[in-house]
């Protein structure tokens, strides 16, 4: 994910201003990188959750805009979380280590960086996929 200068507000414009967006990965690094990015596209983070359980609390007590998902949390999935943000047509973003077969069949329509992604990739996808239309 190193790869690029650092995100500058100014240069890129901050797109996703305002918007609330849930970060749920289990990678501390990555979680942080993509925390970075976010909040240099003018997004808040809605915290950033290693477990499917404390992301789905926090959906309840926060109105979420958008989400960055690991799709595999030390053995757990985040297929649930998933559930209740389509429910709200709350975009989604999987980012995820895993072959694209890993995820079933019925959520392989959702956008997905596969790990390692780099920055430019990760602005784009958030930019798209968060972007407002």
Same mark, same amino acid.
């Given at each position: 994910?190193?790869?690029?200068?650092?995100?500058?507000?100014?240069?890129?414009?901050?797109?996703?201003?305002?918007?609330?967006?849930?970060?749920?990965?289990?990678? +501390? @690094?990555? /979680?942080? =990188?993509? $925390?970075?990015?976010?909040? %240099?596209?003018?997004?808040?983070?809605?915290?950033?959750?290693?477990?499917?359980?404390? +992301? @789905?609390? /926090?959906? =309840?007590? $926060?109105?979420?805009?958008? %989400?960055?998902?690991?799709?595999?949390?030390?053995?757990?999935?985040?297929?649930?979380?998933?559930?209740?943000?389509?429910?709200?047509?709350?975009?989604?973003?999987?980012?995820?280590?895993?072959?694209?077969?890993?995820?079933?069949?019925?959520?392989?329509?959702?956008?997905?960086?596969?790990?390692?992604?780099?920055?430019?990739?990760?602005?784009?996808?958030?930019?798209?996929?968060?972007?407002?239309?």
């Amino acid at each position: 994910m190193h790869d690029q200068s650092p995100i500058h507000p100014d240069d890129q414009g901050q797109p996703l201003s305002g918007m609330k967006i849930l970060v749920v990965e289990d990678e +501390a @690094l990555i /979680a942080m =990188e993509v $925390e970075e990015m976010i909040a %240099a596209l003018g997004a808040e983070i809605v915290g950033s959750f290693s477990r499917v359980t404390d +992301a @789905l609390e /926090a959906v =309840e007590r $926060e109105s979420v805009a958008g %989400a960055v998902l690991d799709v595999q949390l030390d053995g757990a999935t985040t297929l649930s979380l998933v559930d209740v943000l389509l429910g709200r047509n709350c975009p989604i973003l999987f980012v995820t280590g895993g072959a694209p077969e890993s995820i079933p069949e019925n959520y392989r329509q959702l956008p997905r960086l596969s790990k390692p992604f780099n920055q430019v990739d990760f602005v784009r996808s958030a930019k798209l996929i968060f972007g407002r239309r």
